[in-house]
């Protein structure tokens, strides 16, 4: 058995009463689980997520990480805070009450993320304050709003008081910036990607939450810090998971797998896995085999592959997990008019030699490149292009019915015909697109808001794949094998379009975001986030 506090492995009995680990040594009980050649570590607990991400209900979600030893996850509900407001949150948390699994929550501080976004409606400092009151809201969600804390907007402030416990969300932020950020009050990140940026913020105090997400990756970056540092301020978290990255490589026991296979002693990224998101989020209660503790335990055949044999949940195993029902209101959240491909020309009446302000994926991360291009036109139109990998985008508002739509280019996806499309677009949900023609993209819109939101891939006026989300247009009410499948499958569609890119679906998702560097796009139009402000598709003069 580890002892998370030491870092050490004892040989020893661990008696469980009632759901609590009573003692550890020499005890006889009326039921006992031989675990000789094993070893006891405690259930691991993800130190930040969005459930939303999973695209699954919580039941489905629980069925799908319990086996890999997640016993616990602390999440931001921004998603569907966006899209149904603190109904939506208050839902959400009564459908975790029945589960397996501890969801504890913060309070989603940023909805909108900033004032480049539209949501279906605000949350004022009154609605965080009344989810505050819930019994399992333990703090308040990423403060995403940097620019606005940096420079000391009134609102956000505000927001910071509600709570004592502030969860970060800083990418880029270094210097002096930095200082202001954690002088308000918050005390953590997740978005660190480089090495430099994550040894700032543990030498300024906060904890660095390392994140292995699907389309941000930050575990092997980040790990000489932990294997420097060890685990005191350090936890791991996955943010944005998509079911098939989880169904195919696990949970936060394959972040822990990846990093003794990288070199880092086992016992520190199980303390990372387990003690630190708790300490870093006041769970006194679990993270720990020890007496006084709530006995959730992982019996692991090796300190290799970490996916447990045995997964204890109060001290027993897991059994069945009840389907919630899912009410009418949290569905048909997609309204919008009628939208035909003309809605997608962008005019280009500029000076030849003029350059277009164009979205720059880059793989494996969600911040973006600001990349100067002149664009391919034709008869006083931008058009996309494959031999420049150039393609439209728009972000369309779906939540009130405005008809506002955002144009813009994007380069790295790889398409060479059809579209792709999602209501899942960060953090407004907003509906999303990306392709090669006017026509196909207006297909692909008016897809999503027949089948009430999801994930569509279309060639021209065909649908080749599609994964409907219809309970807020971002959780499918399917079995957890047929969300997998239909997943495949637009994952499968969007190759044969000619996007190879890993994941990119979140990273389209990710490009709706005004407040992940560099530039992005919301219906309001393109934001330099650098510059925190709308810019126009021409480069000025």
Known sequence: MLSVFTREWLKTDVAIVDGV??????????????????YLVPGFVDAHLHLESSKLLVDEFARLVLPFGTTAVVADPHEIANVLGTDGVHWLLDLCSDIPLDVWFMASSCVPASGFES????????????????????????????????????????KLTLSTHVDGHAPGVRGNALNAYAAAGIRSDHEASDLEEGRERLRKGLWLLIREASAARNLHTLLPLLAEYGPGRIAFCTDDREPEHIAEDGHINSMVREAVAAGIRPEDAIVAATLSPCLWHGLSHIGAVAPGYEADILVLPDLV?????????????????????????????????????????????????????IIGLIPGQIVTDLMLE?????????????????????????????????????KGFGLSRGAIASTVAHDAHNL??????DAAMAFAVRRLANI?????VVDGADVLAELPLPVAGLLSDAPLDEVLER???VLKAAAD???????????????????????????RGLIDVNRFEIVPLAVEA
């Open 21 to 38: 680990i009573a003692g550890l040594g020499d005890y006889e009980g009326k039921r006992t689980l031989d675990a000789t050649g094993r």
């Open 432 to 437: 999303a697109v990306a392709g090669m023609s």
């Open 497 to 523: 379009l000619g996007c190879e890119i890993e994941s990119p679906f979140q990273l389209l998702a990710f490009l709706a975001l005004s407040v992940i560097p560099s530039l992005k796009l919301t219906d």
């Open 374 to 410: 002149e664009p391919v036109t034709r008869g006083g139109e931008v058009i996309a292009d494959t031999g420049r990998d150039h393609a439209k985008i728009a972000v369309i508002e779906r939540h009130l019915g405005t008809g506002r739509v955002g144009l813009g280019l994007v």
């Open 305 to 357: 592959e970490f996916v447990p044999e045995v997964v204890l949940k109060s001290g027993v195993p897991i059994g069945e997990i009840p389907r919630p029902p899912v009410p009418d209101w949290v569905k048909h959240t997609v309204r919008i008019g009628a939208l035909g491909p003309e809605q997608f020309r962008i005019a280009w009446n500029e000076a030849p030699g003029t350059k277009a302000r």
């Open 119 to 158: 949501p279906r409606r605000r949350l004022s400092p009154g609605d965080l304050d009344a989810l505050m009151r819930r019994r399992r809201v333990i703090g308040l969600a990423e403060m995403m709003n940097f620019p606005g804390v940096i420079s000391g907007d009134p609102a956000e402030l505000e």
């Open 487 to 489: 997943s495949h499958a």
């Open 452 to 456: 009430g939101g999801g994930i569509v």
